[in-house]
């Protein structure tokens, strides 16, 4: 008798599957110790600090990188740049989890993550947090609603897929409006805090600048998955259209810089650019990573064509940028300490360093992100076009 | 004098030339309200000694909730857990708080003080200053009020109180520093503060008149406009570019016919 053993090879836990399994199970079990002892027990955070590397990259980063995918829903849907459709459904995905994520971390983060729904229910309309909590479930939702179609053609149903892609329009103007609101707003969280941000960052148009940098790390975030994820899944590469989108990053970044600098000169701010000690250090290093160096490298062709060149200039990119939203919500941020205030020794005396349980939940969280990234580009029609186009061709 | 009760008002007036540092404040506090030993709702901030002997010179600053008239924290809060009572006490309701933590972030003097270490089965809530609400609506004092030794701490009308504070400015201008901390401060607050020191080296925060929510409320005023206006705009957007392909096809395709009949027609 024959028997035919098939083994799908897929299911085999590579090591990067299990070093990313290890590090979710660690967070699980640190998330347990801090909802039986309390978020002290396993964080740094204090009354002074009382937000810390869990909002600064969980919230600030998870959604900014989450970006590509109201910028491409944009392009594809809005302005019919229909040549970026195999860029969609990846972004849309990226944003989806990146999401997902931030509603993890925030699970871990609040007091009280059982009241979580509160935010539907008890409304206080002054709340910038609120604005952004309301945005972010219900951008959620329109992304599941983006991306189903994705799931429903894996599936087979091919007839539901078709049916929910007739009436998605409303959903993606209605996720354009989200994303602008929440993106900017993300920056108005800070805006109730004028006495303790510091002058070269605390501006009334913060949330205009972190709508503008949140277009340039949209546009870096889909170049940079699509090029690793070209390479980890061995397929092609959509290198044509990505050059493209290279073109439009320039562009976002010299508006970024344009208005930040005219802000800071109407604003009377130009007096910190160098004589701040480390905080002018941080603004030059989020300013040449973020904007100028990226500026420069979009705007050579040849870099621009070449993997590896647009690649880099995207990782530079997003560090740039990210250091911004650490900044912005952490690193800038001067915290006094009431409890213990010693003025005539010292003015700021409060510290804040995440410990390595703080920094663990993060690193499980993202690596869940990354595991279901992983697990549904291999098993849902994520990199190939509905109407069979091949992505790779030119 | 009229009786606490009655107060429209109320409000607490701390003079620092008065402060003698005993901290009975801070145990008539945790013992009126039942403060755990490792916490407060009060605290005393010493600034050590200044000057040289012997003009030796101290201060010390009494803190707690500064009860302001434009709250900060109640216009962060996302779920509306604090309010402010028309008598004074800005309140914070427990029972709908969902532990941000953006209070703490968004009071400019910091007193939102949270559970760090609580799980969920104890429940981890913010604390803060009540003005002793279970007291004045009775007519007794605030508890820290009530036990301060040296008149440093008193409770009356605001209005009472600011004349007050510029009557005894007005008596020993050599010994205050000519300001009310608090009149005008936030958008002024209901707790006032007399000093021979300079307000900073009491570690309070150099504030202007208009509260630190200003901006930030004034941005949120802008956000259901802008949506629906943006949505607006997209939605045209959107049927603009579609028209405008849809004719830019058409266009093309009857280029192509008539390329075709004129071909044909030779």
Redesign the interface.
Same mark, same amino acid.
């Given at each position: 008798m024959k028997m035919q053993i098939n083994i799908n090879p897929r299911l085999r836990l590579s090591p990067l599957v299990m070093v990313l399994l290890a590090l979710m199970g660690i967070a699980f079990v640190v998330a347990m110790i801090r909802y039986i002892n309390g978020i002290g027990a396993i964080s740094n955070l204090s009354y002074s600090y009382p937000w810390g590397f869990w909002i600064s990259f969980d919230l600030f980063t998870g959604v900014a990188i989450g970006s590509g995918a109201f910028v491409m829903a944009a392009a594809v849907y809005i302005f019919e740049l229909k040549e970026f459709r195999p860029l969609l459904k990846p972004s849309v995905l990226t944003g989806f989890l990146g999401y997902t994520m931030v509603v993890i971390a925030l699970l871990v983060d609040l007091g009280h993550p059982e009241r979580i729904w509160y935010m539907m229910i008890h409304w206080n309309h002054t709340s910038v947090l609120l604005e952004i909590g309301i945005c972010v479930m219900s951008y959620l939702t329109v992304l599941a609603i983006e991306f189903s179609p994705v799931f429903f053609e894996g599936i087979q149903w091919k007839k539901t897929a078709h049916f929910i892609h007739k009436f998605i329009m409303p959903f993606v103007i209605l996720g354009v409006v989200l994303s602008t609101l929440h993106q900017s707003s993300l920056g108005s969280l800070l805006l109730i805090q004028p006495a303790k941000l510091y002058p070269l960052w605390w501006t009334p148009i913060l949330p205009v600048l972190f709508f503008i940098s949140a277009v340039s790390i949209g546009l870096a975030m889909i170049i940079f998955e699509s090029t690793v994820s070209a390479r980890y899944f061995h397929r092609g590469l959509e290198s044509h259209l990505l050059e493209k989108l290279g073109r439009a990053v320039p562009i976002v970044l010299a508006i970024y810089l344009i208005v930040r600098f005219t802000q800071l000169t109407l604003a009377n701010d130009l007096q910190y650019l160098f004589n701040s000690g480390l905080m002018s250090i941080l603004f030059w290093a989020e300013i040449i990573l973020g904007s100028v160096i990226p500026l420069v490298l979009f705007s050579i062709k040849k870099i621009r064509q070449s993997p590896n060149g647009l690649l880099v200039s995207a990782i530079v990119l997003l560090i740039g940028m990210i250091l911004d939203r650490f900044d912005v919500s952490w690193f800038a941020v001067r915290h006094p300490d009431p409890l213990t205030f010693i003025p005539s020794l010292m003015q700021f005396n409060a510290h804040y360093i995440p410990s390595l349980p703080e920094l663990s939940i993060s690193i499980g969280i993202f690596s869940a992100g990354i595991l279901a990234f992983g697990l549904i580009a291999k098993y849902l029609p994520l990199f190939e076009e509905e109407d069979g186009h091949h992505t790779a061709s030119h | 004098m009229t009786d606490i009760k009655n107060i429209k008002h109320k409000a607490f007036l701390y003079d620092a030339t008065r402060c003698i540092d005993c901290r009975a404040c801070m145990i008539a506090c945790s013992v009126e309200n039942k403060i755990p030993m490792d916490k407060t709702r009060i605290?005393v !901030?010493?600034?050590?000694l200044?000057g040289e002997y012997p003009n030796l010179d101290r201060a010390s600053m009494v803190?707690h909730c500064m009860h302001c008239e434009e709250p900060?924290c109640? =216009? +962060?809060?996302?779920?509306?857990a604090y309010s402010k009572r028309e008598d004074g006490p800005v309140l914070y309701n427990k029972d709908?708080?969902?532990?941000?933590?953006?209070c703490?972030? +968004?009071c400019? /003097?910091?007193?939102p003080?949270?559970?760090?270490?609580?799980? *969920?089965?104890?429940? !981890? /809530?913010i604390d803060k200053c009540t003005m002793c609400t279970q007291r004045i609506d009775v007519g007794l004092e605030p508890a820290c009020v009530a036990t301060c030794p040296t008149e440093a701490l008193v409770f009356g009308e605001r209005a009472d109180l600011i004349k007050e504070a510029h009557a005894r400015i007005a008596a020993h201008p050599d010994r205050y520093i000519d300001h009310v901390y608090g009149e005008t401060e936030n958008g002024g607050t209901s707790y006032l503060i007399l000093s021979h020191v300079p307000f =900073?080296? &009491?570690?309070l925060?150099? *504030?202007t008149s208009k509260p630190?929510?200003e901006?930030?409320? +004034?941005?949120?005023g802008l %956000?259901i406009p802008? !949506?629906l206006t943006?949505?607006a705009v &997209? %939605?045209g957007? %959107?049927v603009g570019?579609?028209e405008y392909?849809k004719r830019k096809e058409n266009a093309a395709k009857q280029t192509v016919e008539a390329e075709k009949e004129s071909e044909d027609a030779k």
């Open positions: - | 605290w !901030a010493g600034v050590g200044k803190y900060d109640m =216009s +962060a809060c996302p779920v509306g709908v708080c969902i532990g941000c933590r953006y703490m972030n +968004a400019p /003097f910091g007193v003080h949270f559970d760090y270490n609580k799980g *969920l089965i104890d429940g !981890a /809530f =900073s080296e &009491l570690g925060p150099p *504030l630190v929510k901006v930030s409320e +004034a941005v949120m %956000t802008f !949506a943006w949505g &997209l %939605t957007v %959107t570019v579609h392909n």
